[in-house]
């Protein structure tokens, strides 16, 4: 727990030092954000997220382990062995603790961006971007339940049939792709960002391997909440933050004249 620990607290001061001042494009972080997005971002971030190839590629190996029952022998295996974490009941245990982890990451992550140079603007359009990544997770989350009604896979262990897909790989995952997102768009130092990044998505492997080492999931249930959740989550960052969003000049014709603007395509 060190490590994560560690660069939770060096990421921290880090975002609280270069939190503010604005994006390349000059706009702040969340300044942007929207309800309406329009029909040609959502179009792009749709794309750019089936695109993705970690969106598709955890979903096709989870296919792949379908064949000769190579999901079911990996997942005894780990339940039998619990080569990481020793005991099923440690597996579990550690599950929870690496999934507050990634999250503890995830919301530190959120104060890195600039989002502007006052205080008021800063508070603004970080409360708005805060609140759409939010909603990210809470969207995938709500996949992930109602999957979980239509599949009623039973779980390894035989304790429910709830196993499909995995809500803690959910959580973790969706931490760990936001997170790495906000440490893209800071000003961080590289020697912030890559640790910061590593221990994101270190953590949110290591919870779902341990759901798997727990006999709680078979490896094609974590590997499907991986790739469904990163398509999930940035398609909704992208089309509702608004990053990257450049200003056009507009020229209204008015009664008396002209009027000359800028106007930005949320």
Not at 79 to 93: K, L, N, Q, V, Y
Not at 110 to 130: I, L
Not at 139 to 157: E, F, H, I, Q
Not at 179 to 196: K, R, T
Request: include cysteine; glycine fraction near 10%; charged fraction near 20%.
């Amino acid at each position: 727990m060190r490590l994560p620990l560690l660069g939770l607290r060096s990421i921290a001061a880090g975002a609280l030092l270069a939190s503010c001042g604005t994006l390349p494009d000059g706009r702040g972080w969340g300044q942007d954000a929207t309800i309406a997005p329009g029909w040609e971002r959502v179009r792009k971030a749709a794309v750019a997220n089936l695109e993705d190839p970690v969106s598709w590629l955890p979903i096709a190996s989870a296919a792949v382990l379908q064949i000769d029952d190579w999901d079911r022998r990996i997942s005894d295996w780990a339940r039998d062995e619990t080569p990481i974490f020793g005991s099923t009941g440690h597996a579990e245990d550690a599950s929870d603790t690496w999934r507050t982890i990634t999250s503890d990451l995830w919301t530190v992550s959120v104060f890195a961006p600039p989002s502007g140079d006052s205080f008021g603007e800063w508070a603004w359009s970080r409360a708005k971007g805060a609140t759409v990544e939010i909603v990210a997770k809470a969207a995938s989350r709500g996949v992930t339940s109602v999957l979980k009604d239509v599949s009623n896979r039973t779980r390894p262990d035989g304790a429910d049939d709830r196993s499909f897909p995995s809500g803690h790989m959910t959580e973790a995952f969706g931490s760990a792709v936001l997170g790495s997102s906000n440490l893209d768009n800071s000003d961080l130092p590289p020697g912030l960002v890559w640790p910061g990044k590593i221990a994101l998505y270190g953590s949110s492997i290591l919870t779902g391997w341990a759901r798997v080492e727990a006999g709680k999931h078979f490896p094609s249930d974590v590997l499907f909440a991986a790739g469904a959740t990163n398509f999930i989550v940035g398609f909704v960052h992208d089309a509702f933050l608004g990053l990257g969003a450049s200003p056009e000049i507009v020229v209204s014709v008015l009664d008396d004249g002209w009027e000359l603007g800028l106007r930005w395509n949320l």
